[in-house]
């Protein structure tokens, strides 16, 4: 089993910049795919960004292309969600997940976290 705990959300103003990080423990962390989803209250979860086993791929939805950065540090068994230029569309609670395979597809994913809020003020 792993349990993955997100922290770094909270309150910015619009234009400006969080950075999130997940923690994994209870796993081989470096055989997992790492993903951010998001969500807002009556829509579906929705996948924001993934990166591969090594980091040597990411991928994004487009809304946050060139504005989100997602990284893993497999030595620390975490993985980062730097978020900038940030939008009050942005809005919502985000949620790091895993899973052995690559996949944008939230429920393909086997593991989850409790879900950190984010929430931009315009």
């Known amino acids: 089993q792993v349990q993955l705990v997100e922290s770094g959300g909270g309150l910015v103003q619009a234009g400006g910049s969080l950075r999130l990080s997940c923690a994994a423990s209870g796993g081989t962390f470096s055989t997992y795919v790492m993903g951010w989803f998001r969500q807002v209250p009556e829509n579906d979860r929705e996948f924001v960004a993934v990166i591969t086993w090594s980091g040597n791929q990411t991928f994004y939805r487009d809304s946050v292309k060139g504005r989100f950065t997602i990284s893993r540090d497999n030595t620390k068994n975490t993985v980062y969600l730097q978020m900038n230029t940030l939008k009050a569309e942005d809005t919502a609670v985000y949620y790091c997940?895993?899973?052995?395979?690559?996949?944008?597809?939230?429920?393909?994913?086997?593991?989850w976290g409790q879900g950190i809020q984010v929430t931009v003020s315009s």
């Open positions: 997940a895993a899973d052995p395979k690559l996949t944008t597809w939230p429920h393909e994913y086997d593991y």
